[in-house]
């Protein structure tokens, strides 16, 4: 199949989570190309600097100082998602309005994907985006869905004193994680602290993306609900969820 991916360029998790991708999809599939979004870690498109203070405000300074020094490291030490794609030939499309605009919408479909998938996408996908590729949109959240919809879906679950979290992968609808599931895995917590459990997880989600990717490709997929009424959502930790957080246990790192 051909294959477009749409991710975000964060260096520290997401750039190789795609990397991973790319490597497990070539030979196996032809991927056109690659939408690479402005970096948006907790899923809200803002400048760097009120992201900034955001983190600081409501994380705290250990947490802001342990993910400052790991991003301007990742950024010294890492290959960017750029140099990758280029590396392996894929096209990087860089927008210039947001995916939803016509003008995005007529540059993904030059390429002619059968398939979209999104990793760490982060603007809410329209109706023509989704129906773009004959073969739909897949998305991977680190989430049981229907749990755990939304946001920060590690930090919510360790929260709340889960001793599993999970992956999903399904086809995107209009809603926020609503759409129906294609592949699911359980991920033990085992007393892991949060940011191995991101690695573990988007280690685990990549390969339930391409077992969903073959069996779409074999037309042997078979959906399951992703049933309204036993969801939960999540949006952004305010500080006294973080607090909350420390005191059950949980750590960051």
């Known amino acids: 199949m051909r294959v477009m991916i749409i991710t975000q360029n964060e260096p520290i998790y997401i750039a190789d989570t795609v990397a991973s991708l790319i490597d497990k999809l070539l030979g196996k599939h032809e991927i056109v190309g690659c939408v690479v979004l402005s970096p948006s870690p907790f899923g809200k498109r803002e400048t760097l600097i009120r992201k900034a203070l955001k983190t600081l405000k409501i994380f705290g300074f250990r947490f802001f100082a342990y993910y400052t020094i790991k991003y301007i490291l990742s950024k010294l030490t890492k290959k960017p998602l750029v140099s990758r794609l280029e590396e392996k ?15 995005s919408l007529a540059e993904i479909s030059k390429y002619k994907p059968d398939i979209l998938i999104s990793i760490a996408g982060n603007e809410i996908f329209k109706k023509p985006l989704i129906e773009l590729a004959p073969r739909g949109c897949l998305n991977l959240h680190t989430g049981l869905l229907p749990k755990y919809r939304g946001l920060m879906p590690t930090f919510w679950a360790l929260k709340n004193n889960e001793k599993e979290i999970g992956v999903s992968v399904f086809y995107v609808d209009q809603g926020i994680d609503s759409g129906p599931i294609l592949v699911q895995r359980n991920v033990p917590v085992r007393n892991r602290v949060q940011s191995d459990l991101i690695k573990e997880t988007k280690k685990v989600g990549i390969d339930c993306v391409i077992e969903a990717l073959t069996k779409i490709e074999n037309e042997s997929a078979v959906i399951y609900d992703n049933d309204d009424r036993q969801s939960t959502y999540f949006g952004f930790p305010s500080r006294g969820d973080v607090e909350a957080f420390k005191k059950s246990g949980a750590r960051f790192f």
């Open 89 to 103: 030939n894929i096209p990087q499309i860089h927008l210039e309005k947001t995916i939803n605009d016509s003008s």
